[in-house]
């Protein structure tokens, strides 16, 4: 590419615009950019969800605004059409792909699934068996994660961002000396541009990276025994199976084989014709489906869990009682501490009890054997168990009511209303489970306290 002439060459996306137009474009952008990563992204993040709700709110208009100005550099088509429009060529340009590279595919195909207002894979063929809804999320512990990912995404985006405005201007620079070419800018020549680099782009590539991964065996690589190694690689294709549980032994849905060296579905019943095949991702909670696969499974999880985090009030932080929080393996640094709570028993860890103990001690003695026997004393237990109680409880009165999603209906919405009415309805079933888990470990707790009466 030449940065010499009055135009952009190449296939680049700045393609028919001025390189004195771009250079500022890129200048402002770099300042806008800059201005992001100093005043807030490069700080750590508050603990205080209100400011940390205010600070996203700065970090989304920022990026709305950084994107707004990459769009005067993009080609036409790619901004003029709807949000569907958008996703029916993004289709069709994949399977252009697919087909281009050989990628080859048997007895299932990509369909648009309504339910998770997602494209999924159907069967095409009889196969048989052996094969603003941030706030919505409140008081949902999700709430706050969803917050600290965005933050940490964007945090990233921006660094790289800023990098690749670098090596933009280092090509269009009117002059270059033997020591600036000495020295090029890591993304100089790739085929990344300020204008093409946008956030939607990278938190995809993000999304698809830390959820779409599959172990699948090297061709080069071998073992001591002299079998292939797994080695992380992306199968675009089956990428689009979406997940239900899988009742039965099977321990795993998606098989490499190496045979035919292909990926096959493991099929756990039989398929009827246009009938949608999923694939079963793994045990996690939902609030991880939600955070990371940006779903939550229709099928009751019963696997779920919550995740309880307990702060330390400064009352509570001598030297000596934190020394015997430390001593459960808990970060020296740390005053925030988390457990997972589980939606069937046992429905904690014994550290759990353990850490409340400590937490309701009057007194923190100097000696061990003192210690232990505060601890263990019949009124700190008790008083233990009425912590947790109390803590359970007050988690659940913040749900207050959640409407169950099997019986919400919804009148024939916008594209936009029926993306929003579909992902509250996801929400509810997240919050439904996580009431579900603190109502049995609330009554559990009970029961302890009644025990100890």
Known sequence: MSSNNGSFGGSSSCEGFDVSQYRKFLNELQRRASELWEITLCHTPTSNTVELLREHMVIRESLLEI????KKFSRKSETDLTYSERRKVALADFLQWANMVGISHCFVEIAYDEDVDGFGLISSDYVTVGSDLLRFLRPSPLFEESLLLYRNVSRQFIHFLLEIIRSDQFRHRKKKSKEMSKLEPIYVNSPLTAANFTFNLYRWSV????????MIPSEVLRDDIGQPRLIPGLIPFLDMANHSYIEGAFHESVHFSVEFDCAEIIAVRDYKPLEPVNIFYGWRSNRDFLLHNGFVPSEKNIRDIYKLKIGLPKSKREVARMHLFYALGFLAESTIFAFEINISKPYFHDLLFRFAQIYVLDEVFSTAEQVEEALNSSD????????????????????????????????????????????????????LSEIEILQKVKDFCNEQLLGTA
């Not at 994107?67 to 990459?70: E, L, R, S």
């Not at 999304?207 to 599959?214: E, K, L, M, P």
Request: proline content about 5%; charged content about 30%.
């Open 380 to 431: 700190n237990i008790r008083k233990a168990w009425n912590f947790l109680h109390d803590r359970f409880a007050l988690l659940l009165r913040a749900y207050d009511r959640v409407i169950d999603p099997v019986k919400v209906t919804h009148p024939e919405p916008s594209e936009f209303s029926r993306y929003n009415a579909i992902r509250k309805s996801m929400i509810e079933r997240l919050k």
């Open 207 to 214: 999304a698809c990276i830390s959820t779409r991964i599959n």
């Open 67 to 70: 994107g707004i100005m990459q």
